[in-house]
């Protein structure tokens, strides 16, 4: 195999299964979702390959049903931190000389085990942990993280062959070097294939890290980290480290071989660490690389030649799936005058179709929301339109904690197009409309680009060509992921590679090549064939 040049053929997406009545795959994971229901797991820290177990225990519960503890995990003390940047530098040294194609294979394993003998597993400590219905569940935790699995050793394979040109006497090689030093991932609750991703986009370009995935999705995360170890993940190339965040990044921004920090989550936590990553410059090796995802206040924009049912559909899923806790979701629309009538009938109705309740329950489109913290400020911004003269509630407005943290769909109709629910980031069931007069369509695209510091996603329904082309130039810096007649949320990895600027994060573009990219240092060697003999230029005598 050492003679051999080797690449990748471009992966097809995984297929997502449907759990329809009767179906196999619907009676397997029932049945898993039971077994997981009924147990009560102990999650470890991972460091070097070796689980370690602190005594410091936090809980795991189910969102839908909070006083169900589905896991007890350990919390990572400070000397366990700085063990787990210890063992991640130890690793990078033999996984950095892994040939390339070793480290795919891994990857390409952790995908097949995923997708065959894990799915069951991950979806339902996905479902019970993070309350994602089997759909969501299944996009997620089974066939995005596949994807990412995939695609990413088919992109590493595209990166390395492109390589320079062969001069005149000389031979040109680019190197691509991992970064030098240990990369700190931190992973949200919301996706499964985030927390993945996070790492494997990282280690697959020969680097190692730190991970500290987040408390309320740690059921999922940890049956990952197993997968990876059973795929052949060398010991050490991941640290899986829950715990306090305060008490490992104040170990990790403060090392000098800190190289990078991939990041999904507020727009805050990024800022405070972009801050502190700043403050500690003269502290590091090298310039560490910040990659992160951020928040977003996604919107939905109609002209006035668009279909209300299609619209209001639009609304509706891009906006409640998963109870609006994916920073692509749809929050706020702008729907013309003449479309509004129509378009508020189809969307009452399907919100007041919707079924609410557990997971278990196939036929429940909306679940609980993640936690208590969660629910109380989505109910802050539903309670302030309530109590509002701008704004009217149309349908939802209602929440309950009692036992689980559920919070019906719901829909604001403001007066205001910069009311609060229309600017700030909710992540819940919340969707805002402003309507706005059909003859003020170009100075609304322009109130849409301002409203909000968010630029991740957006779409425009539209059947007239030149106003969406119109929509799509004004919008221009407003979303990083465009869509004409689509709700603004599931995007493929390697059809529409994710991210967005401002106040979203970096825009790296997850699902693409461009994100591992972020993930090395090239170098290049130039090799003269004949060495000058003489330091004079030609027309010299």
Known sequence: MNNAIFTFKQPVNEPILQYLPGSKERALLEAELERQSNLEVEIPLIIGGKEIKTGNLGKVVMPHNHQHVLATYHKARTEDVQLAVEAALEAKKAWLELSWMERASIMFKAAELISKKYRYVMNASTMLGQDKNAYQAEIDAVCETVDFLRFNAFFLSEIYSNQPGIGLGNINRLEYRPLEGFVFTISPFNFTAIASNLNTSVTIMGNTTVWKPA?????????????????????????????????????????????GIHFTGSTGTFNHLWKKVAENLDLYKSYPRLVG????????FAHHSALPLELATGIVSGAFEYQGQKCSAASRAYIPASLWEETKGHIVRMVNEMKMGGVENFNNFINAVIDEASFDNIMSYINYAKESPEAEILAGGEGDKSKGFFIKPTIIHTTNPRFKSMEEEIFGPVMTIYVYEDDKFEETLKLCDETSPYALTGSIFSTDKYATIKACKVLRYAAGNFYYNDKPSGAMVGLQPFGG?????????????????????????????????????????
């Open 501 to 541: 600027a401002r106040k979203s994060g970096t825009n790296d573009k997850a699902g693409s090549s461009l994100n591992l990219l972020r993930w090395v240092n090239p170098r290049t060697v130039k090799e003269t064939l004949v060495s000058p003999t003489d330091f004079k230029y030609g027309y010299m005598e």
């Open 293 to 300: 995802e951020t928040g977003g206040k996604d919107f939905i």
């Open 215 to 259: 408390t309320t999705s740690l059921l999922s995360s940890y049956y990952l980290m197993k997968i990876f170890q059973e795929a052949g993940i060398p010991d050490g190339v991941i640290n899986f480290v829950p715990g306090s965040g305060a008490t490992i990044s104040n170990v990790v921004l403060n090392h000098p071989e800190l190289a």
